[in-house]
């Protein structure tokens, strides 16, 4: 693979959960993201996938430096982003940046759409002279498929999808190499849904960009990341390529999450087996012992209580896998169905 | 026609109750009369369910397919939401002529809905075995006891563990797929003839979401109801429903059965939907998109709404709203291209 551009080592960030109004009291922790690592390369696409509750939207704020990490390192080109004071971090933040999910609320509507792109020229003089900017704020509507004369409008004039665009055009403006991506599409249309993924798959042939792609939908997760992780309490249970994780998958959660996401294919019910999890996800607060997933899985043994599995590579499995018992199932994604039915490919 | 398929006859009926067409929705119509001009949210729908099968409707934000529900409830918003036609029909009577005494006796025994968000659903300030029970109280004149142990009951039958210490616990205390599976057990107390399911694991994460559609799909299997299904997940629809009712800017544009819409889409905006989303058991698909956005219901385009954006638009398509054609004994398909469409593949 090529050069890693971001390097994130045993990120661990905790919440502390207060009691008492005039005495607070610390009464223990939300411990939303424990120990995550991972590494990405230029040009890729990250995906983080995870249930609500994971800890992988604290990741992107832990990650942009939004939120102090309580202990862990992340190395932008080497460098140590959380060592940075205001100036330096100005600066790398240039070079990381973030698409929020929902596009109603993360554009202040009392802007125009040339003020939100433009913002960030007011803060980076240096990027764009004054005179240019409105020149630069017009191509970048351009590139993310929104007509430039309309750089005067307000958010409320443009619909959910238009919105995440004016966003990902923000996010663009200062030409930056890391894009986050928090839940993008989540909260759009399916028809919509499409249009803002491919933009983004563009963007990132266009730019060079590397994104680390946080989604709840693992269809979509699978559709626009060359690697996945995946999250289970503030842990990432498994790693890989796209292929490793949906393919060849070990870690019980990984395999149960698979196996119950609807394949839009009627043929696929005869032949799917869901893996049925007992039990709700249990509180970040107090985490289970050992291995956090032990409480609603099938392979559990005494061990599991005891160590926590670490996150390598095992003789039963390709990819890292943190799973004392990690191992290849058959069919988790059944592609025989597929098969049957396979749309015609249509040229309309 | 080669492509018909006859739809699956629904198990044997439960005893005692009468099988065959429950509830009917006619030509339908509403608009809403807003500030900015009367929004035409509903322009003749027309759709039916029988009992013991799943009709899924699929739709976008918009597309009208909750305010279908909502009106057949008799939910609706007045002001500004007003039924300006058609026919609710209910075991053959129409429920827009009734009453609101005769329509609130349905409601809950009849038909019951399960909402979205089951935390806003719910009463914060009543325990969830009060809020069950209410219904046993009110429409069935039991007592506070009796009710109660009939409302844990329900909790038993959804799935929910340690049902009669539950009963007495408030609905914050409940996660989320425990408060949808409250919900059904609400909506299910009264023994309902059609359930509507309105976009019902929409806020669930996925391995929620498998167990809350298996249990609608086995407690609707048990009394044999006809089950509504409103949802935009295409993913969802496949594994559930019967027949699929696809809708657009307040109309049906194409219903099928399930098989033969996945198939063979005989409406451009069905192709254009399966087109675009990605698939979990494909890799490196190419998505398409369907260009444009949905209009705005307070100027729907002329003749098709969909022309603006349909890949095959012709000039006669924004001259005449092309009527919901029958293809088959269980399909139908408001294109004017329909039949080309379904014998091309």
Redesign the interface.
């Known amino acids: 693979m090529t050069e890693s551009i971001l390097e994130v080592r045993d990120l661990v960030k905790y919440y502390p959960v207060n009691r008492g109004v005039v005495f607070k009291k610390t009464v223990g922790h939300v411990q939303a993201v424990d120990g995550v690592s991972f590494d990405l390369h230029k040009g890729e696409t990250l995906g983080v996938v995870g249930e609500s509750g994971c800890g992988k939207s604290t990741l992107a704020k832990v990650l942009m430096h939004l939120e102090h990490p309580t202990s862990g390192s992340v190395h932008y080109k080497g460098q140590d982003i959380y060592k940075l004071r205001a100036g330096g971090l100005r600066k790398l933040r240039r070079n990381i940046q973030l698409v929020m999910q929902d596009p109603y609320t993360s554009l202040n509507p009392r802007m125009t759409v040339g003020d939100l792109i433009g913002e960030p020229f007011e803060i980076h003089p240096d990027v764009a002279p004054k005179d240019s900017r409105r020149r630069k704020v017009q191509e970048l509507l351009e590139v993310v498929g929104l007509n430039p004369e309309h750089i005067n409008r307000y958010p409320h004039q443009f619909s959910g999808g238009q919105r995440q665009r004016i966003g990902i055009a923000r996010a663009l403006a200062l030409r930056p190499e890391v894009i986050v991506c928090d839940e993008p599409v989540s909260a759009l249309d399916v028809s919509i849904q499409a249009q803002v993924m491919n933009l983004l798959e563009k963007l990132q042939d266009e730019f060079g960009l590397s994104y680390i792609f946080i989604a709840h939908d693992l269809s979509v997760v699978r559709h626009l990341s060359d690697r996945v992780a995946v999250m289970y309490l503030g842990k990432i249970v498994e790693i890989g390529t796209e292929d490793e994780i949906y393919e060849r998958p070990t870690h019980p959660y990984t395999q149960a999450l698979l196996s119950a996401v609807p394949v839009p294919d009627p043929n696929s019910r005869k032949n799917k087996a869901i893996i049925r999890l007992t039990g709700d996800v249990p509180s970040p607060t107090n985490p289970p012992s050992g291995c956090r997933f032990r409480t609603r899985c099938w392979k559990a043994q005494e061990i599991c209580s005891r160590e926590v599995p670490l996150l390598e590579v095992r003789s039963s499995s390709d990819h890292p896998s943190a799973c004392h018992f990690a191992e290849k199932r058959e069919i988790v994604v059944s592609h025989e169905a597929g098969d049957l039915t396979d749309l015609p490919t249509r040229t309309l | 026609m080669s492509n018909v398929y006859v739809a699956d006859q629904p198990e044997t009926a439960r005893e005692g109750r009468p099988s065959g067409r429950l509830l009917e929705v006619e030509d339908l119509r509403v608009e809403f009369r807003t500030r900015d001009g009367v929004a035409k949210v509903i322009n003749g729908v027309t759709y039916h369910v029988d009992a013991g099968e799943t009709l899924a409707v699929l739709g976008?934000?918009g597309s009208g397919k909750s305010v279908t529900a909502q009106t057949i409830m008799g939910i609706l918003d007045t002001p500004p939401g007003f039924v300006t036609g058609g026919q609710i029909r209910f075991h053959d009577k129409d429920m827009l002529q009734m009453s609101s005494e005769e329509r609130r006796r349905i409601r809950g025994e009849g038909i019951a809905m399960v909402f979205q968000d089951a935390l806003s659903a719910l009463n914060p300030v009543f325990t969830v075995g009060f809020q069950i029970a209410e219904q046993f109280r009110v429409r069935r004149g039991m007592s506070r006891r009796d009710s109660k142990i009939r409302a844990a009951e329900m909790l038993d039958q959804v799935q929910i563990p340690n049902a009669k210490q539950r009963i007495n616990e408030y609905p914050h205390q409940f996660?989320?797929?425990?408060r949808q599976r409250v919900m059904i057990a609400m909506s299910l107390a009264l023994d309902p003839e059609v359930l509507i399911a309105d976009e019902p694991t929409t806020a669930l994460?996925?391995?929620?979401?498998?167990?809350i559609?298996?249990l609608l799909a086995d407690l609707q299997r048990e009394r044999q109801m006809g089950l509504i299904l409103i949802t935009?997940?295409?993913?969802?629809?496949?594994?559930v429903?019967d027949r699929i009712a696809v809708m657009y800017a307040g109309r049906i544009v194409e219903e099928a059965n399930?098989?033969e819409l996945?198939?063979n889409p005989a409406h451009?905006y069905t192709?254009?939907?399966?087109?675009?989303?990605?698939?979990?058991?494909?890799?490196g698909?190419q998505?398409?998109?369907?260009r444009g956005?949905?209009p705005s219901l307070l100027k729907i385009p002329s003749g098709c709404p969909f022309h603006p954006r349909c890949?095959?638009a012709q000039p006669i398509c924004p001259e005449k709203v092309p009527p919901l054609l029958q293809l088959g004994p269980t399909r139908a398909s408001a294109c004017h291209f329909a039949e080309e469409l379904v014998k091309?593949?």
């Open positions: 976008e934000s996660s989320g797929g425990m994460d996925v391995t929620v979401q498998a167990q559609m298996d935009h997940d295409l993913g969802v629809v496949a594994d429903a399930v098989h996945y198939a451009p192709i254009g939907l399966l087109e675009s989303i990605p698939r979990i058991d494909e890799k698909q998505l398409r998109t369907i956005l949905p890949p095959m091309r593949d």
